[in-house]
């Protein structure tokens, strides 16, 4: 039984939640942070079985992630 499968946590000290993470098993699925004090996450990295990464951006702050424009 005992598995972490949810971490959060206050990064700058100011009281406020402002990362997130989700466990599945023993690895790593998903970060999210936010980057602009609002609560809420903002910015997502997911990770794939096969190690990939994909950054997601939630610009209106409403919880749905799209993937973040390639530069």
């Known amino acids: 039984g005992d598995v972490l ?6 990064t ?16 790593l699925l998903s970060v999210a942070f936010d980057t602009q004090h609002r609560g809420t996450p903002d910015r997502r990295l997911t990770y794939g079985p096969n190690g990939t990464a994909t950054v997601e951006v ?14």
């Open 12 to 27: 700058d000290e100011d009281g406020k939640i402002d990362k997130w993470e989700v466990y599945e098993g023993d690895h």
């Open 5 to 10: 499968v949810a971490a959060e946590e206050d």
């Open 58 to 71: 939630d610009v209106k702050g409403d919880g749905h992630f799209t993937q973040a424009p390639q530069k």
